[in-house]
């Protein structure tokens, strides 16, 4: 198949006039197939470029990868086979810790989203029971959250308000949200885009649950305070300010909401200070503070019943109302299973989801901001979670565990939910050992929509108010951590700002998308931006104490300081920044490897958007430290481009060019150890900035050598782009290159790298006693490896060592430009260009 292929190709290629280039074509030519190379293994390494169809069959799964992709997408099946008691009761007291703080949450919740308080009870049924079938977290607990539900009551408002779907049910519009959503999210989920989430920033996630906290804390004033006539889906500080506004018409709800609000903040502050002082008991103390929301909703459930159970019908303060507990909407003689029936008696808004074109197209403006806020805050707390306990999450699977709930929950009538950061904290603290706790969870949730309704009438809204501003107090970014934001990039904590501020005075979905779009442009900018380094060579040595060590630490060489000939062999050549830029000792003096030889390092990529700024750099400190090979000539002065007018024709312009100490420019060593991939932009300027050197250097040539190169593909576009194998000087002086590779030993324990390791611990082991006593005295030399190790002056060692010595080069010989490290790139450069010199001194020789 490949041979017809590759004869295909060859045709095509030359009916259409192209002529293919040979790999090693130009190497062989040039006599470069590692002629120099001392050692080296008998079978010579000729790198071959990657291929498009290489690239094509990795991308075609196999057999076995698709069976484990189907099987990946049910991770229950992975431990629920191992499950025992101990996980049982773990999971048991998790669940009852979670139903026991979702039921009021999940009908609080529903209040924000506009809906009935019942619409909570079946997105908290629903979210549990399902994600433990698709989820790989533990901890995490699916339901109505504070930040999504107010998205889905702005859809909700929104939708409800346009002409032509005023007369659908507000619950109608949240299932037809929760499924198109969920199946954006299934099916991003299912390709295995989980990294998607990765554009979305700390620093925007932070801004946007701050600001959506104070805007709903906001929204929950005027019901705290019993305040009417006015709306509180307006931005936050039109709420704050209507509110204040209204102060004086304060009903008897805010002695049932403010209250409640100091009592929970009070039962946390005692109970959390209980435990601090009391560790023996921090654990009975840690869920009698996880009910704190239970016990203040049934004390405020009870006021208001011995208050209101006279006066049902003209309470004195707002109260919940009727939770319908009737039976659904379908009819016993649809339905073939009574079990069924029975099952669904307390969720009589089950039904299959509308899916109107109207309904969709009203809310399609919304989707983003609901997925978004869908997938950010549960990823962001699954991952959080799964590092603190030892385990980690598979994001694009969780993103099928979200997408599956938010498309089967509206049959039972539930709306959009996600991950919720409160409940999911208390069900880590309260020992959760698998997911399978959800099922407890609904369990409870299921038991009181069937027997609690009764109970739900009596509950204050304004005791509900304060539920939800102590809920989303703790979603508040304390100073303390932007105060870390600032430590580490101050630009971004103005980006948090921004994003707070725009929640507060706009929408929440404006300051996710402000703070995101910032986000993206100062990403943008800096990689457009992005200009490189210019290196320096230093010699550097590994100081242990007062002494040198070499690469084993625990080896003495010699004294720093005495440069016994013994410690400067161990000596290594590190390159740093001209500049100081890395934050390097600026005392520590740079000299470049060789006059006219420059050393440049990529900082953030070499792609389109950064290619020019980067090379610009690179071109204008060249030209600023070497001088032209030759000057430059023309025969009339109107043959000078426009462009480059020259120096001015002036006695002290050319005394100053007289006596130019400049050095011309003979080589360039590019580090390319950050950068990934090239892309037809960057490499072509890349061969512009070539060929412009080479006019620059004329009737030399510069060498372009290339080391830290991390992708073959990025190889294969610089091989494309005639980089890898030197050029011919255009005078026909050319030397015969010298091909520096790096060459590895091979033999492993037998190898003579391996003896002269023996021999050197010894030696070193025994200089190392005698020196310094940070060495252990009591350690003496191995007698089995010391008999073995090649002496100094013992022919037959050290000839047995020659013969088992074994090498194979790192880098293809056919690309001599192309260099392991800046080290074997600066020696060959350093090589070639004094050859170079050589050779064009003695051709201008009178001899």
Request: with cysteine; glycine share 8%.
């Amino acid at each position: 198949m490949s041979s017809f292929a590759t004869k295909t190709g060859h045709a095509l290629a030359k009916i259409l006039g192209i002529r293919l280039e040979h790999p090693n074509e130009d190497a062989t030519e040039n006599g470069l197939r590692g002629e120099s190379i001392i050692i080296q293994s008998s079978d010579s390494f000729i790198e071959g470029a990657p291929t498009t169809s290489q690239w094509l069959h990795d991308q075609i799964p196999t057999r076995q990868q698709v069976g484990e992709f189907a099987k990946s997408l049910f991770p229950f099946l992975s431990w629920i086979g191992h499950y025992n008691l101990q996980w049982f009761a773990g999971d048991v007291v998790a669940g009852i810790t979670i139903g026991a703080v979702v039921v009021p949450q999940g009908m609080a919740y529903a209040l924000l989203a506009k809906l009935e308080p019942q619409f909570g009870l079946y997105s908290s049924f629903m979210g549990v029971i399902i994600y433990w079938i698709f989820g790989t977290s533990k901890d995490i607990s699916i339901g109505p959250v504070a930040v999504l539900s107010t998205v889905v009551g702005s859809v909700v408002d929104s939708v409800t308000s346009s002409p032509y779907t005023e007369d659908l049910p507000p619950h109608v519009i949240a299932s037809a949200l929760s499924v198109i959503a969920g199946c954006i999210v299934l099916g991003i989920g299912l390709l295995r885009c989980g990294w998607i989430v990765d554009f979305i920033s700390i620093t925007s996630l932070s801004a946007f649950m701050t600001g959506s906290a104070m805007t709903i804390a906001s929204s929950q004033l005027p019901a705290l305070m019993g305040l009417t006539g006015f709306s509180n889906r307006d931005s936050a500080y039109l709420v704050i300010i209507n509110t204040l506004k209204h102060l004086p018409e304060t009903k008897l709800d805010a002695a049932m909401g403010l209250t409640a609000l100091f009592f929970l903040y009070l039962i946390r502050f005692a109970l959390t200070s209980a435990a601090e002082r009391f560790p023996a008991h921090r654990r009975s103390i840690f869920f009698m503070n996880t009910m704190r929301t239970v016990f203040v909703i049934l004390l405020y459930t009870m006021i208001s019943w011995l208050v209101n159970m006279h006066r049902r019908e003209r309470p004195l303060f707002h109260v919940l109302g009727n939770v319908p507990k009737g039976k659904t909407n379908l009819n016993t003689n649809q339905c073939e299973y009574s079990w069924l029936i029975v099952c669904m008696e307390g969720f009589r808004n089950a039904a299959v989801p509308k899916l109107s074109s109207n309904v969709v197209s009203q809310f399609g403006s919304h989707l983003p901001a609901t997925v978004i806020v869908m997938l950010v805050e549960h990823i962001a707390i699954s991952k959080s979670f799964g590092r603190v306990n030892n385990y980690s999450i598979d994001p694009s699977q969780e993103m099928v565990a979200i997408g599956m709930t938010n498309i089967l929950g509206p049959f039972l009538g539930a709306y959009p939910s996600t991950g919720s950061f409160s409940r999911t904290a208390i069900q880590s603290k309260a020992g959760v050992r698998t997911p399978a706790a959800g099922l407890v969870t609904g369990i409870i949730v299921l038991l009181a929509t069937y027997l609690l309704t009764a109970v739900f009438f009596y509950i204050p809204s304004a005791t509900l108010a304060a539920v939800i501003i102590h809920a989303v107090g703790d979603l508040i970014t304390p100073p303390i951590t932007i105060y870390q934001f600032w430590r580490v990039s101050p630009i971004e904590v103005f980006v948090f700002f921004i994003g707070v501020f725009v929640s507060v005075f706009a929408q929440i979905e404006d300051g996710l998308y402000a703070t995101v779009a910032i986000s993206a442009a100062i990403f943008i900018y800096r990689n457009l931006k992005a200009r490189g380094r210019f290196l320096g060579k230093v010699r550097v040595h590994s100081v242990l104490g007062d002494h040198v060590i070499g690469e084993d630490h625990n080896t003495v060489h010699g004294e720093y300081g005495t440069f016994d000939g013994t410690s400067d062999a161990f000596a290594r050549n590190v390159f740093l920044p001209l500049d100081h830029g890395d934050g390097s000792n600026p005392e520590v003096e740079l000299e470049s490897p060789y006059p006219g030889m420059f050393i440049y390092r990529f900082s953030e990529g070499f792609n389109y958007p950064n290619a020019n700024f980067s090379l610009d750099y690179l071109t204008e400190f060249i030209y600023s430290q070497t001088r032209r090979s030759s000057p430059e000539r023309f025969e009339r002065a109107g043959d000078r481009p426009w462009s480059n007018p020259g120096p001015r024709n002036s006695a002290r312009t050319r005394r100053d060019l007289a006596v130019d100490e400049r050095p011309t420019l003979k080589a360039i060593i590019l580090d390319w150890s950050s950068v990934n991939n090239v892309d037809i932009t960057s490499v072509q300027r890349l061969i512009d900035v070539r060929d412009q050197f080479d006019r620059y250097a004329y009737p030399d040539v510069v060498d372009w050598h290339m080391a830290n190169i991390n992708n073959p593909w990025t190889k294969r576009a610089l091989i494309a782009a005639g980089f890898g194998i030197p050029k011919k000087t255009q005078d026909g002086l050319n030397h015969r290159w010298k091909s520096i590779f790096s060459v590895a030993e091979i033999g492993g324990k037998d190898s003579a790298a391996a003896l002269a390791d023996v021999a050197a611990n010894e030696s070193g082991l025994q200089a190392g006693q005698s020196r310094m006593s940070i060495v252990d005295e009591e350690m003496g030399p191995a007698s089995d490896s010391e008999e073995d190790s090649p002496k100094p002056g013992d022919e037959k060692a050290e000839g047995a060592a020659k013969q088992r010595r074994r090498g194979a080069v790192v880098h293809g010989l056919n690309r001599p430009l192309f260099h392991v490290d800046l080290t074997s790139a600066t020696q060959c450069a350093i090589a070639n260009v004094e050859a170079r010199e050589e050779l064009r001194a003695a051709s201008a020789s009178p001899s």
